[in-house]
């Protein structure tokens, strides 16, 4: 049955694939990425940093 798919068929098919797994693949490393900035000590630092800088202007 897979035989009987046209090459018109096939190439749509892989044309597809080459857009839609990049992409995907994209969106994945992004994700990971962005959800372990979290966790990184410097950031960590960084918000503390931004919390008490803000805190220390509303106290004036």
């Given amino acids: 049955?897979?035989?009987a798919i046209s090459a018109s068929a096939w190439t749509q098919i892989i044309v597809a694939a080459s857009i839609f797994v990049p992409v995907t693949v994209a969106a994945w490393i992004t994700v990971v990425v962005l959800r372990?900035?979290?966790d990184d000590p410097d950031e960590q630092r960084w918000r503390r940093l931004d919390e008490q800088?803000?805190?220390a202007e509303q106290d004036h």
């Fill in 1 to 3: 049955m897979i035989a």
């Fill in 53 to 55: 800088r803000k805190e």
């Fill in 36 to 38: 372990g900035k979290k």
